[in-house]
């Protein structure tokens, strides 16, 4: 299966083998043990079919590197000439691919394709709606790990193609303290001590604090590299960022919205967390058309 690099985003990251995997997971998922039954008994064997991939309302583009895979799965020899790449802003109607092949393979991997695009386009645009309101400041909008199983890695692709930031990819990339780790280790500075001993050389420590007091604890540690501020209002987040006067890097989290987005940017914080943006990101209409 090969996957053109031309339809990527060219500064997200994706692996092709995540790609590959997932799609080979929906087209069993799909055909299941006896393929398109539909197609098999409707469209004889051979016929040739021109479609148009199109977006049917306005947004941010992701997911065409998997309408490719999941296509060129059934037909290995299937023309796609991309008028659109992930990471375009598109409006209602414009084409994103056009696709010349065999009919049953392009019918039996349409809903796989479609359904990656919808889902990962939503999240773009629910993104780059999102970095929209934060534009002119210093802060940037990241995703958490708030994400559909199994589809992790696709959806934080999707946030780079809406112009967002990557938290963590997982438990194993990063160190992040929560209160609960910090109620068993036993408080901020024991469980800080604790992270410090292992961590190597290019992991980073962040830590969650819920009051101005914690923070004070963090900073005078001097171990933590990144600090979650969480659920903390405007004027505290400045109050905050004063404090940590660039010793560490700020992160806001918590409920954040639209309407309050910016007010949050404004005060200087580093990133704004945010796991709407993967786990309530309405899925944007496209569609595909059989042109004969």
């Given at each position: 299966?090969s996957?053109?690099?031309s339809l990527?985003?060219?500064d997200?990251?994706?692996?092709?083998?995540?790609?590959?995997?997932?799609?080979?997971?929906?087209?069993?998922?799909?055909?299941?043990?006896?393929?398109?039954?539909?197609?098999?008994?409707?469209v004889?064997?051979g016929?040739?079919?021109?479609?148009?991939?199109?977006?049917?309302?306005?947004?941010v583009?992701?997911?065409?590197?998997?309408?490719?895979?999941?296509l060129?799965?059934?037909?290995p020899?299937?023309?796609?000439?991309?008028?659109a790449r992930?990471?375009?802003?598109?409006?209602?109607?414009a084409?994103?691919?056009t696709?010349?092949g065999?009919?049953?393979?392009?019918?039996g991997a349409?809903?796989v394709?479609?359904?990656f695009?919808?889902h990962l386009?939503?999240?773009?645009?629910a993104?780059?709606?999102?970095?929209?309101?934060?534009?002119?400041?210093?802060?940037?909008?990241?995703?958490?790990?708030?994400?559909?199983?199994?589809?992790?890695?696709?959806?934080?692709?999707?946030?780079?193609?809406?112009?967002g930031?990557?938290h963590?990819?997982?438990?194993?990339?990063?160190i992040?303290?929560?209160?609960n780790?910090?109620?068993?280790?036993?408080?901020?500075?024991?469980?800080l001590?604790?992270?410090?001993?292992?961590?190597?050389?290019l992991v980073?420590?962040?830590?969650?604090?819920?009051t101005?007091?914690?923070?004070?604890?963090v900073?005078?540690?001097?171990?933590?590299?990144?600090v979650?501020?969480?659920?903390?209002?405007?004027?505290?987040?400045?109050?905050?960022?004063?404090?940590?006067?660039?010793?560490?890097?700020?992160?806001?989290?918590?409920?954040?919205?639209?309407?309050?987005?910016?007010?949050?940017a404004?005060?200087g914080?580093?990133?704004?967390?945010?796991?709407?943006?993967?786990?309530?990101?309405?899925n944007?209409?496209?569609?595909l058309d059989?042109?004969?």
């Amino acid at each position: 299966m090969s996957i053109a690099t031309s339809l990527l985003r060219p500064d997200a990251f994706i692996s092709p083998l995540e790609i590959e995997a997932a799609v080979n997971r929906a087209l069993e998922e799909d055909l299941g043990r006896a393929g398109d039954v539909t197609s098999t008994a409707t469209v004889p064997a051979g016929t040739r079919a021109r479609a148009i991939v199109a977006a049917r309302r306005p947004g941010v583009i992701s997911g065409l590197p998997l309408v490719e895979a999941a296509l060129r799965r059934l037909d290995p020899a299937v023309a796609i000439t991309p008028q659109a790449r992930d990471g375009d802003a598109v409006e209602a109607g414009a084409a994103l691919l056009t696709v010349a092949g065999d009919a049953r393979a392009v019918l039996g991997a349409e809903r796989v394709a479609l359904n990656f695009l919808g889902h990962l386009s939503g999240i773009a645009t629910a993104t780059a709606a999102f970095a929209g309101l934060i534009a002119g400041t210093n802060a940037r909008v990241c995703c958490t790990r708030k994400t559909t199983p199994g589809l992790r890695a696709l959806e934080k692709y999707a946030v780079r193609c809406g112009g967002g930031f990557n938290h963590r990819f997982g438990l194993d990339d990063a160190i992040l303290i929560k209160d609960n780790h910090i109620a068993v280790a036993g408080g901020i500075r024991a469980v800080l001590a604790r992270a410090r001993a292992v961590a190597g050389h290019l992991v980073k420590i962040e830590i969650e604090v819920d009051t101005l007091e914690q923070l004070r604890e963090v900073l005078d540690t001097g171990m933590a590299d990144v600090v979650l501020l969480d659920n903390m209002d405007v004027a505290t987040l400045k109050t905050a960022v004063a404090m940590a006067a660039g010793r560490v890097v700020t992160e806001a989290s918590g409920g954040i919205t639209h309407a309050t987005a910016a007010a949050i940017a404004a005060t200087g914080v580093d990133y704004l967390s945010s796991g709407a943006i993967t786990h309530s990101a309405p899925n944007l209409d496209v569609g595909l058309d059989i042109e004969m």
